[in-house]
């Protein structure tokens, strides 16, 4: 339910009104809009009297929220999240630029690539301690010495820290070394991993699973923010679809209609989306074009000996050319980088 409080309610009612929901077994969130405190109450609460909630001194409304991802929607929060992160605040006018490789191979790679995403205009920095292979005979990441790099390529250039975190056991190791826990899309319906970075004070950025429909993407968002990490990045990486040309099928669609759902800010990966290194300057461009609040990018220096993904890393000029390209198109959104 989405309980609007009258404005000009004093704190201590605010509080008093929570603590009544919640004896109802109800879970309370807050959130403010517009000078007015708005609740969203979820979870069973099958014996509450709502039109006795609505008499409540200090209450002005109580309604249904009326989709099934009650604390990602608009319809509890009308205005974006913005997610502070060093120098990005994603989801504002500024488009948050993520790139790195798709796994942390080496010192020399690592700081490498880090600082030519740094000079090329990135913020934040990618790379995989913890990868998620299709075989288990493929390179599986560094683990912490891969996060220890990470860290320390990054501080060096200025930039933040998103690694992706496959399992429940990795979550406190993980968040001590980066900035944004990235869950992948193999782990986008893994409840067990989601309710743990809810439980986390770091950023998590939710990539879209390979056959989730966006409804699914955010029942996922609504498993983190419901445990009440309410710092959720949501990230489209493509679908799998029955074209075999590209990796995966982008589908831009979804950056319109979960804009139009949700307050979460949105970023595409191209990279996976079309997993063709010549591609992916293309559908970065379309994808901010189309709305997105920012890119993840996979770059690699020498990228035909990259231990995962150099098909479809953009070499470190690439990279710099299109964050040109891309701080042009902003332009003409009114966004900036
Ligand atoms: C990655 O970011 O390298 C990755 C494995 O992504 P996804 O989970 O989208 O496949
Ligand atoms: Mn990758």
């Known amino acids: ?94 488009l948050a630029i993520m790139a790195g490789p798709c796994s942390v191979e080496g010192e020399e790679q690592t700081f490498t690539i880090a600082a030519a995403v740094a000079r090329a205009g990135a913020t934040v920095m990618r790379g995989g301690a913890y990868k998620p292979r299709t075989s288990p005979y493929s390179f599986q990441g560094l683990g912490e010495e891969g996060l220890k790099l990470l860290r320390r390529a990054a501080d060096a250039n200025g930039l933040a820290v998103v690694s992706e975190v496959m399992d429940t056991q990795q979550v406190a190791l993980v968040a001590r070394y980066a900035d944004i826990l990235q869950i992948g899309a193999r782990n986008m319906q893994n409840f067990s991993l989601l309710k743990e970075v809810g439980h986390v004070d ?84 379309a994808a901010v074009a189309a709305g997105a609040d920012g890119l993840i990018v996979e770059v690699h220096h020498d990228p035909d000996h990259a231990l995962s993904d150099g098909a479809q890393s953009l070499y470190p000029e690439q990279f710099e050319q299109l964050v040109g390209q891309i701080r042009t198109i902003a332009e003409v959104l009114g966004r900036r980088i």
């Not at 419901?226 to 990486?237: A, D, K, M, P, Y």
């Not at 139009?260 to 290194?277: N, W």
């Open 202 to 285: 770091k950023p998590v950025m939710l990539k879209r699973g390979q056959s989730a429909t966006i409804e699914e993407w955010l029942m996922s968002a609504e498993h983190i923010v419901s445990q009440g990490n309410s710092q959720v990045i949501l990230c489209e990486r493509g679908i799998r679809t029955f074209e075999t040309y590209t990796r995966n099928t982008l589908d831009l669609n979804a950056i319109p209609v979960v804009k139009e759902l949700s307050h979460l800010p949105v970023i595409v990966d191209p990279s996976h989306g079309v997993g063709i290194r010549n591609k992916v300057a293309a559908m970065a461009r």
């Open 1 to 94: 339910m989405l309980v609007l409080l009258k404005r000009g309610t004093s704190e201590t009612a605010v509080t008093d009104i929570s603590a009544r929901l919640r004896m109802f077994g109800l879970s309370v969130h807050r959130t403010d809009h517009g000078g007015q405190v708005r609740i969203g109450a979820v979870g069973e609460g099958g014996g509450v009297d709502w039109d006795q909630v609505r008499g409540w001194p200090g209450v002005e409304s109580a309604e249904k929220i009326p989709v099934s991802f009650k604390l990602v929607s608009r319809a509890f929060q009308p205005h974006e999240t913005v997610i502070s992160v060093g120098r990005c605040a994603i989801g504002s006018r500024q």
